[in-house]
T-cell receptor, first 114, second 113 residues
Framework: DAEITQSPRHKITETGRQVTLACHQT?????MFWYRQDLGHGLRLIHY???????NKGEVSDGYSVSRSNTEDLPLTLESAASSQTSVYFC?????????????FGEGSRLTVL | KQEVTQIPAALSVPEGENLVLNCSFT??????LQWFRQDPGKGLTSLLL?????REQTSGRLNASLDKSSGRSTLYIAASQPGDSATYLC????????????FGKGTHLIIQP
């Protein structure tokens, strides 16, 4: 069965360190997204991609970057982790064209920045 | 800017009851609306996707309706079971790409055995 996997599922890091969260999907979807979920804020869009070599900033992109070198993967990098980036991160994918379409989510990566 | 509200924020009902979860949105110009389920410590699972041209979608004991003119969607759960306990979120796609997708904050549902 097609799926979307995230790794690591849990990570603790220190302020200032670089962190990369991996996202791999086997749906062959063109669209991939990164969200963060925080109590009181709900889901907020960080970055997204509509295809290989395409990346776009979302609502809360400061301090994050992504790259899309193939269809399956969209890694999220925190260049210099800050305590405000402690959160649960979700990767999602879809095959929508004119609109986002049905979203499929990974299990999430819980990041703690000390 | 689209705003999505889910009321109530939390709901606790006895097993076996039929229940309705509400989702309202401020801008009726939408492409589709999607309902998700989220279990503790897990990702979101898509339940139903309603296109703007549709009035409702059904999957098993779940039925989602959409009334664009009034900016409302409801998720009806029939004969609730303890396994239905989860947080239910709706997301409205207003088009214009990923920025056009707005999530509600969810309704936390507990089904008492």
């Amino acid at each position: 069965d097609a799926e979307i996997t995230q790794s690591p599922r849990h990570k603790i890091t220190e302020t200032g360190r670089q962190v990369t969260l991996a996202c791999h999907q086997t749906w062959n979807h063109n669209n991939m997204f990164w969200y963060r979920q925080d109590l009181g804020h709900g889901l907020r869009l960080i970055h997204y991609s509509y295809g290989v070599q395409d990346t776009n900033k979302g609502e809360v992109s400061d301090g994050y970057s992504v790259s899309r070198s193939n269809t399956e993967d969209l890694p999220l990098t925190l260049e210099s982790a800050a305590s405000s980036q402690t959160s649960v991160y979700f990767c999602a994918s879809s095959e929508g064209v004119a609109n986002t379409g049905e979203l499929f989510f990974g299990e999430g990566s819980r990041l703690t920045v000390l | 800017k689209q705003e999505v509200t889910q009321i109530p924020a939390a709901l606790s009902v006895p097993e076996g009851e039929n229940l309705v979860l509400n989702c309202s949105f401020t801008d009726s110009a939408i492409y589709n609306l999607q309902w998700f389920r989220q279990d503790p410590g897990k990702g979101l699972t898509s339940l139903l996707l309603i296109q703007s041209s549709q009035r409702e979608q059904t999957s098993g004991r779940l039925n989602a309706s959409l009334d664009k003119s009034s900016g409302r969607s409801t998720l009806y759960i029939a004969a609730s079971q303890p396994g239905d306990s989860a947080t239910y979120l709706c997301a409205v796609d207003s088009g214009g790409g990923a920025d056009g997708l707005t999530f509600g904050k969810g309704t936390h549902l507990i089904i008492q055995p």
